[in-house]
Each structure stands twice: as structure tokens, then as C-alpha cells.
């Protein structure tokens, strides 16, 4: 049986740094860091998202201010939000939260951003910094699996490392970290051929496809690190017979409610090959919102925490 990689627990550990680093500020007379976050129209995951960023702020005494403009904001006044965000003094970190609205140019917006304030790390002067291997702010989701995988002591260098997605807020930066730790990496997606077989190959396996449950236990190397990074809502119970014939509480949780959350990896099937592996949720969910708690702090003191 694997062993399971806590990463709700790993994320406290994370923010309880925060915190104290931030209480350390304040007790020589700097001011708290301070987060903003700002959402566009209603979309109720991203509401969830946002609160759940909110929340860790006051946890680790981060201020945090919101802007929360109608789902019909024009791009120009969305600009001048950033703008006035970039300008802003008492503003140390700026998130976008994604998707935006469809006639609102997601790529405009971030690139908007001040590169000092980008706490996402999709700015392309930040994408280029980690592309070079220089320090900078990284996005918080791959870099808080880096660190956790880190402290689970786990050897990277010379193994094969495979990353499932090619999305730039997670795969592609996921796989120039482990690039970065000496693994050999592949980046398979949707359109690979043979992905069973590509995945067998990996000794770290990083699923972030947006697919639930299309990583099955047979697709993974016995002994592998899984790290499940999809977030994924099933309501479906056919597909639920079929991905969670091994995690029996699950699908009857799912036939219960009418829904539950799972990843891109069959936890059930994958628990019995691997040596570890991330449930969802409670694993790189919590991560995430700790990385940009660390990446906030590090924008606020003007270089990259360690
Ligand atoms: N939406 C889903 N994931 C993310 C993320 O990491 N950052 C932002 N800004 N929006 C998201």
C-alpha cells in the first residue's frame, strides 16, 4: 500500500512559515504583506478558489483587498484595475483569477501585471527567468509540489520524471522544475501516443490533464510518486462505477450526494502500485494556496523565499 503525500498537511507547515515571517516583519516595523486578489463576475469555482486565497491571507496575517468587477467589465477598465493595482503602493502581490469572462483577453490581462507583483509567475518576464533557471516569482503550483516532494526526500536527479498536461500554469513549468532537479523529463498530454505506456515509465508522475480518473493503476510503474494535480467535480455515476471501482466510500458518496471531487488518478487503483501518491482533495489543492501565501511574501520582501 502507498504511502499517502498529505499535502493539506505539508500546506499548513508552509503557511506557518508564512506567518511567522510576516509576524518577524511586524515586529520590526514593516508592514504586513498585502495580497489582491481580483474577480470577474460571478463564476462559483472561482468564488470558492478566491475565498479559500482570502482565507489563508488572514491566516498567515497577510492583508488582503479584492476587487470584484461585473462579469461585463471591458477590457480597457480591467487594465485600468491593474493598473491602479500595479501602482498601488500597499499592493505587494496581484492575482487575476482564471478563466475570465470569453470576450476578456486572459493573456492581456496577466501580461498587464507588474512583473515585481505577479504572484500567478505567468508574466512572461517571470516565465523566461525560470525558463533561464534565475530566480523569480514561479507559479505557486508546481513550485509548493517541488517543495513538498523535496522534504519527502525524494530523489530526482537521473529519474524519469513524467508530467500528464502542457498548460502553463502548471505542466510546462512543472516539467522545468523537475528539469531543473536533474530528472529526465517527458511532457505527454492529450494527444501522445501510447500515454499508458509513457506513464509506466515514470518513477515521478505528475497528472495535471483535467481529465478525472483517466490515470489508472495499470498506467502507472510499481513504486512511482504520484502527484495528482486535477480537480475535478464528477456527478456522472456511470463514469463513477468505472474510476472509483477501487475506492468503494467514494462512489458511494457520489451515488449519496449526486457529486464529488477526485483527480486525474484512480487513488484507489494507484494506491496499491505506487509509493506515494496525493489524494484529491487534500493534496495539491491546499499546496497551491500556500504557494502564493510564500510567493506573496516574496514579492513583498523583493526576492524569492527559500
Ligand atoms: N484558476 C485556476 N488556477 C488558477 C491559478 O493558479 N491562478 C489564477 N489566477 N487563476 C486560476
Known sequence: MAQILDGKAYADRMLEEVRLAVEAREAKGLAAPCLAVVLVGEDPASQVYVKGKVAACAKTGIRSVERRPASDISQSELNQVIDDLNG?????????????PRHLDAKAALHRISPAKDVDGFHPLNQGRLFEGLPGLRPCTPSAVMRMLKAHGLMMKGQRAVVLGRSEIVGKPMALMLLEEHATVTIAHSRTVDLPGVCREADILVAAIGRPGLVEGSWIKPGAVVVDVGINRV????????????????????????????????????????????????????????????????????????
Open 88 to 100: 498601488d503602493p500597499n499592493v505587494d502581490g496581484i492575482l487575476v483569477q482564471l478563466p475570465l
Open 235 to 306: 456527478t456522472d455515476v456511470s463514469l463513477g462505477e468505472r474510476i472509483f471501482a477501487a475506492e468503494p466510500a467514494k462512489l458511494a458518496k457520489l451515488r449519496e450526494k449526486g457529486h464529488v471531487l477526485c483527480g486525474d488518478v484512480r487513488f484507489g487503483e494507484a494506491m496499491q502500485v505506487a509509493s506515494a501518491v496525493t489524494p484529491v482533495p487534500g493534496g495539491v489543492g491546499p499546496l497551491t494556496i500556500a504557494g502564493l501565501m510564500m510567493n506573496t511574501l516574496e514579492a513583498c520582501q523583493g526576492k524569492p523565499c527559500d
